[in-house]
């Protein structure tokens, strides 16, 4: 009995099988059918349409139902009623033929032309994002060194560096102030603020990438005495790490801003007719 209880209950399961098979079976049978009647449905809407339209008229006479081989033959007749009035041969209808053919063959490559223009676009705004975020990497290195300078030679500054504009005409934003939040442009700044800060950004320049030789011509014009000892102070002591010849022509000034100077020499002209003379002077220091 168990024997014959398991081989009822293993053609169960293959019943069960096959039931679930076939009510599967019907489900997808089913949707066709109502697909297949959502069709005949649009089908007979759009022919009682046609037949409410066009139904009137065959009543009438007016329109006079054709075979469609009937149709085929007047339309050709036509088409040859059309060539006799134009200046066209066979050679014409080929010539056609091949121009189609070119078109539709410049219309393929204009695709591809416009796949590769996108591509090349996207590549270049790749390329410079790239080299603009290289820039602004660069540039705050810059602002930061600008405002250590600052911070070294105690002056009350902060300035601010930012890429303003489109990459083809990509430029440098200078903003400074006595704090970030009065940040103000460079245009808007004194003579001698802006000569303070050009000297900061000319000596970081120098040490992101040092030049043999750097020359001020009369570094502190729009500096006071103070500023303009603090300035080539800060000359002085940039160059000091940046082995670089520096050549300072100064006018009229303290004799602290000579004693900054490894070699000083000296210009004079007696009267307006006179050479000019050099000589070597002598800084004495007081004690």
């Known amino acids: 009995m168990k024997e014959n209880k398991l081989q009822y209950q293993n053609r169960k399961n293959e019943i069960d099988k096959r039931s679930i098979q ?30 409410s339209e066009i139904g009137p008229l065959i009543s009438e006479q007016i329109i006079e139902i054709r075979p469609i081989e009937l149709i085929n033959e007047d339309i050709s007749k ?21 121009i189609i053919a070119s078109l539709k063959e410049i ?18 705004g790749k390329l410079e994002k790239t080299y603009y ?15 250590q300078k600052f911070d070294n030679s105690q002056i009350r500054s902060y300035c601010s560096l930012e890429l303003t504009g489109k ?7 200078i903003k400074a102030a006595t704090s970030k939040e009065q940040l103000k442009s460079f245009t808007a ?23 043999p030789l ?37 006018p009229k000034s303290s004799s602290s801003l000579f ?11 007696a009267g307006k007719n006179e050479i000019s003379s050099v000589f070597r002077p002598k800084i004495i220091k007081k004690k």
């Open 259 to 269: 004693l900054l100077a490894e070699k000083i020499i000296g210009i004079a002209r």
């Open 189 to 211: 700044l004194s003579g001698g603020q802006v000569s303070l800060i050009s000297i900061c950004l000319i000596l970081s320049l120098q040490e992101i990438k040092p030049s």
């Open 107 to 124: 219309n393929r490559n204009q695709t591809d032309l416009e796949k590769d223009i996108k591509a090349a676009i996207k590549t270049e």
């Open 78 to 98: 036509v088409d040859k009623q059309l060539l006799s009035y134009l200046d066209v041969d066979d050679s014409l209808l080929v010539e056609k033929d091949q």
């Open 214 to 250: 750097c020359m001020f011509d009369e570094a502190g014009m729009f500096l006071d005495e103070k500023n303009s000892e603090v300035a080539y102070q800060l000359i002085k002591s940039t160059l000091e790490h940046n082995p670089i010849q520096l050549f300072m022509f100064l």
């Open 133 to 147: 975020d290289k820039f602004s990497v660069v540039l705050e290195n810059l602002q930061s060194k600008v405002n």
């Open 167 to 173: 990459f083809e005409d990509l430029g440098v934003d």
């Open 22 to 51: 076939i009510t599967i079976n019907l489900e997808q049978e089913n949707v066709k059918l109502n697909a297949f009647n959502q069709e005949i449905d649009a089908k007979r809407r759009d022919f009682e349409r046609i037949n």
